[in-house]
């Protein structure tokens, strides 16, 4: 039906006839001449109809925005004072010579060039939204870095092999999306939260390098990184090491944002123990390109009077950190108040400061409620270690470990934010050496110890690492992944020491156990959120805004309805019944 796309018509086909497809961006009447700038997904051109041609100038009276067109016309050099540079279409225009409306449309719900277009409309008709170019440049985005992973993977030896969309439930951290069975009643399938053990499992078939792009479902509170079905990139390999595998993945970001983004990312990444990470910046992600660190004061606060800071000092649950900020000493009583309320919402109890106004002029020199209760060795001590200077100010942080790493490390991104702060690189890096058992229970039961014997394992407690790693990036985390365990004793020692008695292991994992017991090779991968990298990579706020159909913060889709009720015909063919909602009404 069409000849070239709007956006590809340009000086190179003066004088030439065109045919093209399109929406009506914009009409406008100017003395008798019309334009119409035609709209597709490679940009915009301008189409001009004149009186000379009645019948087509007739029907071009009538076009309006979002109609659907098809014109054949003459490409030709716009007036000097007419180029628009801004347009790769802007040295010309196109001639009407014909023109059939292919559709009408009626007045959109919301313009496309409208900034202020609250979410739940832009979804409800989310196939308008993604004509607008912003949304275009980010679909096709999104296009060329799968299909650079896909080429990147395919080229170094991966498979690309599909797994099951309807498996069993297992325990991955999140509620699983159920789905009855009809032909065995009472029985119920799960969405996959991740392809897990299936991967592992063609580990032990000898696929040896697998791939996946796959769809994976999570029933959990969302956030703006997160979405109730979201995409991976999923990846898995024999005999590899995670400095084998992490190389591989760090060749391939390297090249995917030389290739898209034209983007030079640092060779090779930096990579930071856990402990480390936590210890500088309070987060296991990291954003480096915000020059502000966490400074522990354990020792310096060990002997101070001040109980709400030698408490934590002495505690080995507890931690204490000081935060500078350079030339924060401008910051209002109010805005210190508006912080102390950001930090109460990880937990913390408040937030103690010092205004250093002049650093060479001793106690007189700090502003602060909390300077009498520290003597002049422990200030000069403070002073000394975090490098303040005059004009600055300094943050403090005390209590339970955790409540201070997530209210201090989430304090420092947002001064780094609010104060202008963050540089302009982008900032890999790679985050290894996690805890094997986290203190919150959290642990993936297939990720192997550092420890080389299980008996190692069993006594080293809650000090042994893991062979597990993360790629971070500005801050956010891109993927994680470890070396998993292939050892028969060793996966019953995690099981053992995480509580899992035997039942419960056959229960969960029966089919993956067994699988270990018929030759299974040292494995490895990372799993990539597909969604999360092309957020980065297109600058937006939420992952909603790189997704085609994405659901809102509630996991429903204003689009299509759902999730919506469903006949009683078809819940007696599964065997459900479905149970009355107490609300308070029926309580009373």
Not at 363 to 388: H, M, N, W, Y
């Amino acid at each position: 039906m069409r000849s070239h796309y709007c956006g590809q018509v340009t000086e190179s086909l003066l004088d030439q006839e065109v045919t093209l497809c399109g929406w009506v961006n914009r009409r406008r009447d100017h003395g008798g001449v019309i334009f119409v700038d035609l709209r597709d997904r490679e940009g915009l051109v301008q189409v001009v109809f004149d009186p000379d041609r009645a019948d087509v100038f007739a029907t071009a009276e009538h076009v309006r925005n979002e109609h659907v067109l098809r014109i054949k016309g003459l490409v030709r050099a716009r007036d000097e004072n007419a180029i628009n540079n801004k347009l790769a279409t802007g040295k010309i225009e196109v001639l009407g010579l014909e023109l059939e409306v292919l559709n009408a449309a009626e007045t959109p719900p919301f313009q496309l060039d409208d900034t202020d277009v609250h979410d739940d409309l832009r979804l409800r008709y989310r196939y308008i939204d993604l004509r607008r170019d912003e949304m275009q440049q980010r679909m096709k985005l999104r296009s060329q870095v799968t299909r650079y992973l896909r080429s990147y993977l395919d080229e170094n030896g991966f498979w690309d092999i599909e797994t099951p969309m309807l498996t069993k439930a297992t325990p991955e951290g999140a509620r699983d999306y159920l789905v009855p069975s009809r032909t065995y009643p009472g029985s119920f399938f799960a969405l996959p939260q991740s392809p897990q053990l299936f991967k592992q499992l063609l580990m032990m078939s000898g696929i040896d390098r697998y791939y996946q792009i796959v769809r994976c479902f999570r029933d959990e509170d969302l956030r703006a990184d997160r979405q109730p079905e979201f995409t991976q990139l999923d990846i898995e390999t024999s005999f590899m090491d995670e400095d084998a595998v992490m190389q591989v993945n760090e060749d391939m970001m390297r090249g995917l944002f030389k290739a898209v983004l034209n983007v030079d990312l640092p060779n090779p990444f930096p990579r930071m123990t856990y402990a480390e990470a936590m210890l500088r910046y309070g987060s296991d992600k990291p954003d480096l390109r915000i020059p502000l660190e966490l400074i522990d004061l354990a020792e310096e606060m060990k002997q101070v009077e001040f109980k709400v800071f030698s408490g934590p000092a002495n505690d080995p649950n507890g931690r204490i950190v000081v935060l500078r900020l350079p030339q924060g000493g401008s910051l209002s009583r109010k805005e210190i108040d508006a912080y102390t309320d950001y930090v109460g919402r990880y937990g913390a109890k408040g937030l103690a400061w010092i205004k250093v106004n002049d650093v060479d002029g001793g106690r007189d020199g700090l502003q602060s409620p909390i300077v009498k209760f520290l003597p002049d060795e422990v200030l000069a001590s403070i002073i000394e270690k975090t490098g303040t200077e005059s004009g600055d100010i300094l943050f403090f942080g005390a209590g339970e470990t955790r409540v201070v790493n997530e209210s201090i490390g989430a304090l420092r991104v947002k001064l780094g934010h609010d104060r202008d702060m963050v540089g302009d690189e982008w900032a890999p890096l790679w985050v290894v050496d996690f805890p094997m058992f986290e203190d919150d229970g959290k642990h993936h039961p297939f990720t192997a110890p550092s420890t080389t014997s299980p008996d190692e394992l069993k006594s080293g407690g809650s000090d042994t690492l893991s062979r597990a790693y993360d790629m971070v990036l500005n801050g956010t985390e891109l993927g994680g992944g470890s070396v998993r365990i292939h050892d028969t004793d060793m996966q019953k020692a995690v099981f053992e020491v995480l509580n899992i008695s035997d039942e419960e292991a056959e229960d969960k994992f029966g089919f993956l156990l067994t699988a270990l017991k018929y030759g299974c090779p040292p494995h490895a991968g990372i799993a990539f959120g597909l969604d999360r990298l092309i957020m980065l990579m297109t600058g937006a706020s939420s992952i909603r805004d790189v997704m085609a159909f994405p659901k809102t913060q509630t996991a429903a889709c204003p689009l299509t309805s759902a999730p919506a009720p469903v006949s009683s015909a078809q819940l007696k063919e599964l065997n459900l019944r479905l149970r009355k909602v107490e609300t308070e009404e029926s309580k009373s």
